[in-house]
C-alpha cells in the first residue's frame, strides 16, 4: 500500500512558478512510475508529466519546456517544477504512483492518488 501526500499549489500569476511535491510512503520499493495528472473543470484528467523508476521522463506537448518532473529517491518524494504558468494551466493536480509486483502467477499493477491540489494561474 502506498500513500501520496500532495503539496505546493496555490495561486499565481501567468508567468510565475510553482513548485509541487508529493511525497509517498509505504510499499515505495514497489512503485515503478510516478507522475502528475490534471484536470480542469468540464475536462477529462490528463497526464502532465511522469518518471519511471529508471529515471525516464514523458511530458504531455503542452507543457514541454515548461514544467520538469524529477524525483529524489532519498526522500520518495516526486517533483513538478512549473515555470512560465498561463491561465490554462489551472486545474486540480494529482500526484499518481503506478506500482508492479511480481508474483508467483505473473505481474500485478496497482494505481494510487494522491487527493490533489488545486493550482490556480491567473491572467
Known amino acids: 500500500q502506498v500513500q501520496l501526500v500532495e503539496s505546493g499549489g496555490g495561486l499565481v500569476q501567468a508567468g510565475g512558478s510553482l513548485r509541487l511535491s508529493c511525497a509517498a510512503s509505504?510499499?515505495?520499493?514497489?512503485?515503478?512510475?510516478m507522475g502528475w495528472y490534471r484536470q480542469a473543470p468540464g475536462k477529462q484528467r490528463g497526464l502532465v508529466a511522469s518518471?519511471?523508476?529508471?529515471?525516464?521522463?514523458n511530458y504531455a506537448d503542452s507543457v514541454k519546456g515548461r514544467f520538469t518532473i524529477s524525483r529524489d529517491n532519498a526522500k520518495n518524494t516526486v517533483y513538478l517544477q512549473m515555470n512560465s504558468l498561463k491561465p490554462e494551466d489551472t486545474a486540480v493536480y494529482y500526484c499518481?504512483?503506478?506500482?508492479?509486483?511480481?508474483?508467483?502467477?505473473?505481474?500485478?499493477?496497482?494505481?494510487?492518488w494522491g487527493q490533489g491540489t488545486q493550482v490556480t494561474v491567473s491572467s
Open positions: 518518471i519511471t523508476s529508471g529515471g525516464s521522463t
Open positions: 509505504g510499499s515505495v520499493f514497489s512503485i515503478k512510475t
Open positions: 499518481h504512483a503506478e506500482l508492479v509486483v511480481v508474483v508467483a502467477w505473473g505481474n500485478v499493477q496497482y494505481d494510487y
